[in-house]
């Protein structure tokens, strides 16, 4: 157990600190000027250093990361089940969902302005729209995909079309729609830096970056982007914790022991 | 008493004639083997008695009651023992009462009381996929008996086992079916399979899919391995083998 969680834990620290080594190699060995590539070192200072000023943006683009998310991930369950239990409907709106994402979202934060304004809400939308096309479809292909024999099991046992879809397709769909948002997960972030870029007209973690690029501030350039890949990076993570609680049988041989009294 | 009966029932699909009309009655308490190459009709006769299919002509009666199309009567099984691995081995057993209403502390202790009857006990917390292909088709069982339905359906249940724990489940299922006094509908292609375990064999033959012989088997209970090569079995093992190849020429 320790060995594996030395394992699980160990190996992604010790690839992430071999990655700040290659950077500091690389921009120290071709002796890199610090206003094109600053040093890890200068990079966290940036960061650190101006904590008090980032501290309050870092969080709204989490808000925006993380609203965006729930609603992309309901919206993109309930399509995915909509679109599953009325093939009709499925063969209406598939295509326009594809539609959706090719649209490039830079194109669609200008309208988004106008209709919503300069709120947190054009952002919502924006993560929203990237997180929950990856949690249909998997959604979709998860419970058209549920073994018919059980299907046809549980009607065996007299079973009602709402307590299979409860017992039987939910829980079976679960691996796919926990793809889905992991999917959607590591995406969310970008969607909100892109909504800050091209909707906010006042303090902003995007802004703040286009700030320090335009000031030549490389150091603190870099360090937003650290930043933002946190959020992404934690976000993600906690999806992954979520799925690890919610989904025991992929892992374990025996229930855990609170389960049953 | 007859506890299923088969009026006349037939189904078609499209050109095809799964099951041309076909008549039968099962007494409660029995063991009754089908057996029959693929495309005879077994599988869709099952479908039609469990209610998963309605029949295009006759009826399907259980208790003297006509059951056409509609669902909730059998226990049913098949050769996937169709085990859900989000479900320990407890609340897999428990599963139909999941489906149908409450799973109440009496269903529990129930299933664990079956599970500790037959060998299960040390898994009840287990999920499936951390059992063997026989463990998984007994718990398939045990959660098909706890349905409380006295009529069984089992299509080839142990299919998909080695020889060897095929054996051992013929034998367990034997006890289980001493044990519960219920009546078992029993799918197969195994000639060998249908004879140890059965009163009746019904042999059934395809295009179309059809009832050719209704044999009662004299063997005696309880069988053993040496069941196998009693004159008796070896008997009516011929006469089942001879309308199946004579069909296959």
Same mark, same amino acid.
């Given at each position: 157990?320790?060995?594996?969680?030395?394992?699980?834990?160990?190996?992604?620290?010790? =690839?992430?600190?071999?990655?700040?080594?290659?950077?500091?190699?690389?921009?120290?060995?071709?002796?890199?000027?610090?206003?094109?590539?600053?040093?890890?070192?200068? +990079?966290?200072?940036?960061?650190?250093?101006?904590? =008090? +000023?980032?501290?309050?943006?870092?969080?709204?683009?989490?808000?925006?990361?993380?609203?965006?998310?729930?609603?992309?991930?309901?919206?993109?369950?309930?399509?995915? &089940?909509?679109?599953?239990?009325?093939?009709?409907?499925?063969? #209406?709106?598939?295509?326009?969902?594809?539609?959706?994402?090719? &649209?490039?979202? #830079?194109?669609?934060?200008?309208?988004?302005?106008?209709?919503?304004?300069?709120?947190?809400?054009?952002? &919502?939308?924006?993560? +929203?729209?990237?997180?929950?096309?990856?949690?249909?479809?998997?959604?979709?292909?998860?419970?058209?995909?549920?073994?018919?024999?059980?299907?046809?099991?549980?009607?065996?046992?007299?079973?009602?079309?709402?307590?299979?879809? #409860?017992?039987?397709?939910?829980?079976?769909?679960?691996?796919?729609?926990?793809?889905?948002?992991?999917?959607?997960?590591?995406?969310? &972030?970008?969607?909100?830096?892109?909504?800050?870029?091209? +909707?906010?007209?006042?303090? =902003?973690?995007?802004?703040?970056?286009?700030?320090?690029?335009?000031?030549?501030?490389?150091?603190?350039?870099?360090?937003?982007?650290?930043?933002?890949?946190?959020?992404? #990076?934690?976000?993600?993570?906690?999806?992954?914790?979520?799925?690890?609680?919610?989904?025991?049988?992929?892992?374990?041989?025996?229930?855990?022991?609170?389960?049953?009294? | 008493? @007859? /506890?299923?009966? %088969?009026?006349?029932?037939?189904?078609?699909?499209?050109?095809?004639?799964?099951?041309?009309?076909?008549?039968?009655?099962?007494?409660?308490?029995?063991?009754?083997?089908?057996?029959?190459?693929?495309?005879?009709?077994?599988? *869709?006769?099952?479908?039609?008695?469990?209610?998963?299919?309605?029949?295009?002509?006759?009826?399907?009666?259980?208790?003297?009651?006509?059951?056409?199309?509609?669902?909730?009567?059998?226990?049913?099984?098949?050769?996937?023992? /169709?085990?859900?691995?989000?479900?320990?081995?407890?609340?897999?057993?428990?599963?139909?009462?999941?489906?149908?209403?409450?799973?109440?502390?009496?269903?529990?202790?129930?299933?664990?009381?079956?599970?500790? $009857?037959?060998?299960?006990?040390?898994?009840?917390? !287990?999920?499936?996929?951390?059992?063997?292909?026989?463990?998984?088709?007994?718990?398939?069982?045990?959660?098909?008996?706890?349905? !409380? $339905?006295?009529?069984? %359906?089992?299509?080839?249940?142990?299919?998909?086992?080695?020889?060897?724990?095929?054996?051992?489940?013929? $034998?367990?299922?034997? $006890?289980?079916?001493?044990? @519960?006094?219920?009546?078992?509908?029993?799918?197969? !292609?195994?000639?060998?399979?249908?004879?140890?375990?059965?009163?009746?064999?019904?042999?059934?033959?395809?295009?179309?899919?059809?009832?050719?012989?209704?044999?009662?088997?004299? %063997?005696?209970?309880?069988? *053993?391995?040496? *069941?196998?090569?009693?004159?008796?079995?070896?008997?009516?093992?011929?006469?089942?083998?001879?309308?199946? !190849?004579?069909?296959?020429?």
């Amino acid at each position: 157990m320790t060995r594996k969680i030395l394992r699980n834990v160990g190996v992604p620290i010790l =690839s992430f600190v071999l990655l700040l080594l290659v950077w500091q190699w690389i921009v120290v060995g071709f002796h890199v000027a610090s206003y094109i590539a600053p040093r890890p070192r200068q +990079a966290f200072l940036a960061v650190t250093q101006n904590w =008090s +000023a980032l501290w309050p943006l870092i969080l709204g683009t989490i808000r925006e990361t993380v609203y965006g998310f729930f609603v992309g991930a309901a919206l993109g369950l309930s399509l995915g &089940v909509i679109m599953a239990k009325v093939p009709v409907l499925q063969r #209406i709106v598939y295509p326009v969902l594809v539609l959706s994402q090719a &649209v490039p979202i #830079i194109a669609l934060a200008a309208p988004l302005v106008l209709i919503l304004g300069f709120s947190v809400t054009p952002k &919502v939308v924006i993560v +929203a729209w990237i997180v929950f096309f990856p949690v249909t479809v998997n959604v979709l292909d998860g419970l058209t995909h549920v073994d018919k024999d059980l299907l046809n099991l549980a009607r065996v046992y007299g079973a009602s079309r709402w307590r299979t879809f #409860i017992h039987i397709e939910i829980p079976a769909t679960a691996t796919p729609l926990f793809s889905g948002l992991k999917i959607g997960a590591t995406y969310a &972030v970008t969607g909100a830096i892109i909504g800050e870029l091209a +909707a906010s007209d006042g303090a =902003s973690l995007a802004l703040y970056q286009e700030h320090a690029n335009a000031n030549l501030n490389t150091a603190a350039v870099y360090g937003t982007t650290m930043v933002m890949t946190a959020i992404g #990076i934690t976000w993600f993570l906690l999806v992954v914790g979520v799925e690890v609680f919610a989904t025991p049988w992929q892992r374990r041989t025996v229930a855990r022991r609170w389960r049953r009294r | 008493m @007859t /506890l299923l009966e %088969l009026r006349d029932v037939a189904k078609t699909f499209g050109d095809t004639i799964a099951l041309s009309p076909t008549s039968l009655a099962i007494e409660e308490g029995s063991f009754v083997a089908i057996v029959g190459p693929s495309g005879c009709g077994k599988s *869709t006769m099952f479908n039609v008695i469990a209610g998963l299919l309605t029949p295009d002509g006759g009826d399907v009666l259980v208790k003297g009651e006509r059951v056409n199309g509609t669902t909730g009567h059998v226990g049913y099984m098949l050769q996937k023992d /169709l085990l859900v691995p989000w479900r320990t081995v407890e609340d897999n057993i428990t599963m139909a009462k999941r489906l149908t209403g409450r799973v109440s502390a009496a269903d529990r202790e129930e299933a664990r009381a079956v599970a500790r $009857q037959y060998g299960l006990g040390d898994f009840l917390r !287990h999920y499936p996929t951390a059992l063997s292909g026989g463990m998984r088709q007994r718990v398939a069982f045990m959660r098909t008996l706890v349905t !409380h $339905q006295t009529l069984l %359906l089992l299509d080839e249940p142990f299919g998909a086992l080695d020889a060897q724990t095929r054996l051992e489940m013929q $034998q367990w299922l034997l $006890q289980v079916w001493r044990d @519960t006094g219920r009546t078992v509908l029993f799918i197969t !292609h195994d000639v060998d399979e249908s004879i140890f375990l059965s009163d009746r064999v019904i042999v059934m033959s395809p295009r179309p899919g059809r009832v050719v012989a209704d044999f009662a088997n004299p %063997l005696p209970r309880p069988r *053993t391995v040496d *069941t196998l090569i009693e004159p008796a079995f070896i008997d009516l093992k011929t006469k089942v083998m001879r309308l199946l !190849h004579r069909e296959d020429a």
